[in-house]
């Protein structure tokens, strides 16, 4: 089984400032196809999971640029430009290389 | 717009059986881009996949539930459904029904709200 590991797993950010979340998974998310599948998932309180980023670095439709996703291999990173109120919420990034799993979410709260 | 609403009891006794439903609305079930799972979510903790069919019938699951886990498929109804048997305590979760973009993004793309499902005598 792949385990996906984020960090921090708490993190108070001011309005307008960047956030930064980290993914690592247990073995490389290469796929034999040559897609790395890494996606980041927003649930907002009492909201089911939306999906964010897909494939590293894509944008969903409807998802704001300030949203952006990086990495390669085992190390994935999110990060939003400027934190917004609406932004408040818990973060999982997913592997869906082999099979699915999910990290254990990162909670993204204003100070 | 496509919709995906979950259904079923909210009270589950021990070691029976748990059965849920997920229509889909505002789209078919049927279209070849597509899987459509089953998550679940612990109060308080974080998601589990639990597995995912497509219109065909071709099922996946979690290697830790399958034992437990019959993912199945009507496609007359647009539906897909998910039965876990012999539930326990830590069976308690929201289980959400959501979209697999299998062709392109690989990703959970579209969810219901969830229904919450609680198992206890």
């Known amino acids: 089984d792949i385990v996906m590991t984020q960090t921090p797993l708490s993190s108070p950010v001011t309005l307008g400032q960047p956030a930064s979340i980290s993914c690592r998974s247990s073995?490389?998310?290469?796929?034999?196809?040559?897609?790395?599948?890494l996606s980041w998932l927003q649930q907002r309180p009492g909201q089911p999971p939306r999906l964010l980023i897909y494939?590293?670095?894509n944008r969903f439709s409807g998802v704001p640029d300030r949203f952006s996703g990086s990495g390669a291999g085992t190390d994935f990173t999110l990060k939003i430009s400027r934190v917004e109120a609406e932004d408040v919420g818990v973060y999982y990034c997913?592997?869906?290389?082999?099979?699915?799993?999910f990290g254990q979410g990162t909670k993204l709260e204003i100070k | 717009q496509l919709q995906l609403q979950e259904s079923g009891p909210g009270l589950v006794k021990p070691s029976e059986t748990l059965s849920l439903t997920c229509t889909v609305s505002?789209?078919?079930?049927?279209?070849?881009?597509?899987?459509w799972g089953w998550i679940r979510q612990p109060p308080g903790k974080g998601l589990e996949w639990i597995g995912s069919?497509?219109?065909?019938?071709?099922?996946y699951y979690n290697p830790s539930l399958k034992s437990r886990v019959t993912i199945s498929v009507d496609t007359s109804k647009n539906q897909f459904s998910l039965k876990l048997s012999s539930v326990t305590a830590a069976d308690t979760a929201v289980y959400y029904c959501?979209?697999?973009?299998?062709?392109?993004?690989?990703?959970?793309?579209?969810w219901g709200q969830g229904t919450m499902v609680t198992v206890s005598s």
């Open positions: 959501a979209r697999l973009d299998w062709s392109g993004a690989d990703a959970f793309d579209i």
């Open positions: 505002g789209g078919s079930i049927s279209s070849s881009s597509y899987y």
């Open positions: 069919i497509y219109y065909s019938g071709s099922t």
């Open positions: 073995q490389s998310l290469v796929h034999s196809d040559g897609n790395t599948y």
């Open positions: 494939k590293i670095s």
């Open positions: 997913m592997q869906a290389t082999q099979l699915y799993t």
